[in-house]
């Protein structure tokens, strides 16, 4: 039987399923994939080959790297990171609700804090903490005088630096989260008289975590990174306890190259933290989206039939 188009041409019928299993089964061939994979094997190995012949003595990589310097130096990054991204969280939650305030002089507030310290870059920001004693000369309240110099130790001054900096970008993480949460999940809980403060906290930030959580994990590993900055004001993290180091014995190389295995060695360790953390948070997302699948397939199957 044949069928005609919108033209009124005669057209053959298209095969059934009976007539396409009899036909060969021809694989599709990938050329420029096996291509562009062969290039990258190369290259690889071109530059493998290259570090392997060039003038560094890894058996100083191999003897520094449990050295105690560099191991108190990667516990300070680690510590520094931690304090610094606890700070920004606390803050970043904080402004965000600021941010989402009805009141404007708060949500004006917010909006100056956001657009300040995103603006400033962090090595700038790290500077003015850690000379801070130029322009106030003593800190404290009422009786209680302290020398800034002092307080402001190179601690202090990276914890700040960086825990303030990247608050204001949690802050504007912690809103998008919020925001995502669907406004009916909200009005179900007023419905059932749930106060403000329970429907934020069992409502609103259970689900908003689902979006939060992947960018944060993120911004942890770039605090870390970042830390290495802290070297400029004289903390003694990973970098500067390498670079004391090469100072002495001239193998600035080697150093460096001990500094970045022990950050690839630490950003992997959070990366299975946060997929662990994504996928707690995430669990009754996943089971929604496996069971759609499973009754679309399930449909898809019956209508075959």
């Given at each position: 039987?044949?069928?005609?188009?919108?033209?009124?041409?005669?057209?053959?019928?298209?095969?059934?399923?009976?007539?396409?299993?009899?036909?060969?089964?021809?694989?599709?061939?990938?050329?420029?994939?096996?291509?562009?994979?062969?290039?990258?094997?190369?290259?690889?190995?071109?530059?493998?080959?290259?570090?392997?012949?060039?003038?560094?003595?890894?058996?100083?990589?191999?003897?520094?790297?449990?050295?105690?310097?560099?191991?108190?130096?990667?516990?300070?990054?680690?510590?520094?990171?931690?304090?610094?991204?606890?700070?920004?969280?606390?803050?970043?939650?904080?402004?965000?609700?600021?941010?989402?305030?009805?009141?404007?002089?708060?949500?004006?507030v917010?909006?100056?804090?956001?657009?300040?310290?995103?603006?400033?870059?962090?090595?700038?920001?790290?500077?003015?903490?850690?000379?801070l004693?130029?322009?106030?000369?003593?800190?404290?309240?009422?009786?209680?005088?302290?020398?800034?110099?002092?307080?402001?130790?190179?601690?202090?001054?990276?914890?700040?630096?960086?825990?303030?900096?990247?608050?204001?970008?949690?802050?504007?993480?912690?809103?998008?989260?919020?925001?995502?949460?669907d406004r009916?999940?909200?009005e179900?809980?007023?419905?059932?008289?749930?106060?403000p403060?329970?429907?934020?906290?069992?409502?609103?930030?259970?689900?908003?975590m689902?979006?939060?959580?992947?960018?944060?994990?993120?911004?942890?590993?770039?605090?870390?990174?970042?830390?290495?900055?802290?070297?400029?004001?004289?903390?003694?993290?990973?970098?500067?306890?390498?670079?004391?180091?090469?100072?002495?014995?001239?193998?600035?190389?080697?150093?460096?190259?001990?500094?970045?295995?022990?950050?690839?060695?630490?950003?992997?360790?959070?990366?299975v933290?946060?997929?662990?953390?994504?996928?707690?948070?995430?669990?009754?997302?996943?089971h929604?989206?496996?069971?759609?699948?499973?009754?679309?397939?399930r449909?898809?199957?019956?209508?075959?039939?």
């Open positions: 039987m044949t069928s005609t188009d919108r033209g009124g041409t005669a057209t053959s019928p298209a095969p059934g399923p009976g007539q396409l299993a009899g036909l060969p089964r021809v694989p599709l061939r990938h050329h420029g994939r096996w291509i562009s994979a062969a290039l990258v094997i190369v290259l690889l190995a071109l530059l493998a080959r290259a570090f392997a012949q060039g003038s560094i003595e890894w058996s100083v990589v191999g003897r520094y790297l449990t050295a105690g310097a560099i191991l108190h130096g990667l516990g300070n990054t680690v510590v520094i990171t931690l304090c610094s991204m606890a700070l920004a969280i606390v803050l970043g939650v904080v402004v965000a609700v600021m941010r989402m305030s009805a009141n404007p002089v708060t949500r004006t917010a909006l100056g804090y956001i657009w300040l310290f995103r603006g400033v870059p962090v090595l700038l920001q790290l500077l003015i903490w850690y000379n004693a130029l322009v106030f000369p003593t800190i404290g309240f009422g009786s209680f005088q302290a020398r800034t110099i002092d307080v402001m130790t190179p601690f202090v001054a990276a914890l700040l630096g960086l825990g303030i900096n990247m608050s204001a970008y949690t802050a504007e993480l912690v809103r998008a989260g919020i925001l995502a949460v009916g999940q909200i179900a809980a007023q419905a059932l008289s749930l106060t403060g329970q429907i934020r906290r069992r409502v609103v930030l259970p689900q908003a689902r979006v939060i959580v992947p960018p944060l994990g993120n911004e942890f590993i770039s605090t870390l990174k970042m830390s290495s900055l802290a070297a400029v004001i004289t903390f003694g993290e990973i970098l500067e306890s390498a670079e004391f180091i090469y100072y002495a014995n001239n193998r600035v190389i080697e150093l460096l190259i001990v500094a970045a295995i022990w950050y690839l060695v630490v950003v992997s360790v959070l990366s933290i946060q997929h662990f953390v994504e996928r707690r948070f995430g669990r009754g997302f996943q929604t989206t496996r069971r759609a699948a499973r009754a679309l397939a449909r898809e199957k019956e209508n075959e039939a």
